[in-house]
């Protein structure tokens, strides 16, 4: 199983989530880690494509925002994704989260969503809160054993 993990990060926790998710998927077969701005207009093959934001303003950072600008309304057809953030620990209503917008985004563009969406909470410095690693790390693990046990086809 092929994955790609694409991330944006201002302060480098998300990065260090999106790494901790790769290494888990690491065990399924080959996995690609890129920030956004490594991504061009065209999703590399592969079987799941794991997408991660800080949550800013409610949305998403803006070179993943870019991002998904730049892959256009068909931009994940046919492909299985997961989406993360972080965020801080106000309630979900008030704090806004990144995957929300990604999962909608990634929809929309013909993409079909593997597990739930998945926050890692920060706080104000920011820092990942205490637990938060071991949660990617069992969201991560459910995201892959469904695409292992469910394949779809590779596209790209
Ligand atoms: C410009 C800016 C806007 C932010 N807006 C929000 C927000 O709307 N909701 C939220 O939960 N956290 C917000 N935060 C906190 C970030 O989510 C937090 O700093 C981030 O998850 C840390 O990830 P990073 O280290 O990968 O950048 C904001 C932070 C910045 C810098």
Not at 55 to 69: F, I, K, R, W
Not at 112 to 119: A, T, W
Not at 133 to 154: C, N
Request: net charge neutral; with cysteine; proline share 6%.
């Amino acid at each position: 199983m092929k994955s790609i993990v694409i991330y944006a990060t201002r302060t480098g926790n998300t990065g260090r989530v999106a790494a901790a998710i790769a290494t888990i998927l690491s065990a399924y077969g080959d996995v690609e880690l890129k920030t956004a701005d490594q991504v061009d207009g065209t999703l590399p093959p592969a079987d799941l494509v794991v997408v991660g934001s800080p949550t800013e303003g409610h949305g998403v950072h803006p070179a993943l925002a870019s991002l998904l600008d730049r892959l256009g309304p068909a931009g994940f057809a046919g492909r299985a994704f997961a989406a993360f953030d972080t965020r801080v620990a106000w309630p979900h209503w008030l704090s806004g989260s990144a995957a929300s917008k990604i999962r909608q985004r990634a929809e929309k563009a013909g993409g079909r969503l593997i597990g739930p969406e998945h926050s890692c909470i920060v706080s104000m410095k920011p820092e990942l809160e205490a637990g938060e690693m071991e949660r990617v790390t069992a969201w991560a693990q459910d995201v892959a054993g469904t695409i292992a046990r469910a394949p779809v086809a590779a596209a790209g």
